[in-house]
T-cell receptor, first 114, second 114 residues
Framework: EAGVVQSPRYKIIEKKQPVAFWCNPI?????LYWYRQNLGQGPELLIRYENEEAVDDSQLPKDRFSAERLKGVDSTLKIQPAELGDSAVYLCASSIDRVQGEQFFGPGTRLTVL | DQQVKQNSPSLSVQEGRISILNCDYT??????FLWYKKYPAEGPTFLIS?????DKNEDGRFTVFLNKSAKHLSLHIVPSQPGDSAVYFCAAPDRGSTLGRLYFGRGTQLTVWP
């Protein structure tokens, strides 16, 4: 069974530039999560989708971050414009449903903002 | 305010010995806990979990103990192997609402030396 796929794996951009991350969850997983992991910290949730609906985006900085999950499968997370403090690893995870605690994580995208 | 805390950033253990990783939590509504293991450049992978109705769960070399009165859990690895060297995250899902997010600790870097 294929795992959660993310691309790109690494991204280096100048501040104020836009950037986008893509995630393909495990087939059949209705719930999709985007986490951000800062250096030396645990992952923190940015947004959670149940199928196409964003049901928890309270931690998403909406002035510069946006996300979408068209057709309830793949998802894209965008930052525009990027700031120095956005440098982190962005992790995508999926689970069968929100009740099940086990979430399956992708390898992440390491973003460096210069 | 961190609801899940791992106060030891690192642990070094000799191969064959026991590794004990600790985790504390502050939210008394948490009723399910997970341990994730993370290798460099990979996403976290699920290791073992425990429900609050139990005080112990064992899976091969890995055992998790839960002390609800102390709001404390620990992961025991016996015997430790060099391949166990990784960052270990303690996590708890927010089941008290419809959110379903995972709250992570900061992680403990385990190094198992020969």
């Amino acid at each position: 069974e294929a795992g959660v796929v993310q691309s790109p794996r690494y991204k280096i951009i100048e501040k104020k530039q836009p950037v986008a991350f893509w995630c393909n969850p495990i087939s059949g997983h209705n719930t999709l999560y985007w986490y951000r992991q800062n250096l030396g910290q645990g992952p923190e949730l940015l947004i959670r989708y149940e199928n196409e609906e964003a049901v928890d985006d309270s931690q998403l900085p909406k002035d510069r971050f946006s996300a979408e999950r068209l057709k309830g499968v793949d998802s894209t997370l965008k930052i525009q414009p990027a700031e120095l403090g956005d440098s982190a690893v962005y992790l995508c995870a999926s689970s069968i449903d929100r009740v099940q605690g086990e979430q399956f994580f992708g390898p992440g995208t390491r973003l460096t903002v210069l | 305010d961190q609801q899940v805390k791992q106060n030891s950033p690192s642990l070094s253990v000799q191969e064959g010995r026991i590794s004990i990783l600790n985790c504390d939590y502050t939210n008394s509504m948490f009723d399910y806990f997970l341990w994730y293991k993370k290798y460099p450049a990979e996403g976290p992978t699920f290791l073992i979990s425990i429900s609050s109705i139990k005080d112990k769960n064992e899976d091969g070399r890995f055992t998790v103990f839960l002390n609800k009165s102390a709001k404390h859990l620990s992961l025991h690895i016996v015997p430790s192997q060099p391949g166990d060297s990784a960052v270990y995250f303690c996590a708890a899902p927010d089941r008290g609402s419809t959110l379903g997010r995972l709250y992570f600790g900061r992680g403990t870097q385990l190094t198992v030396w020969p």
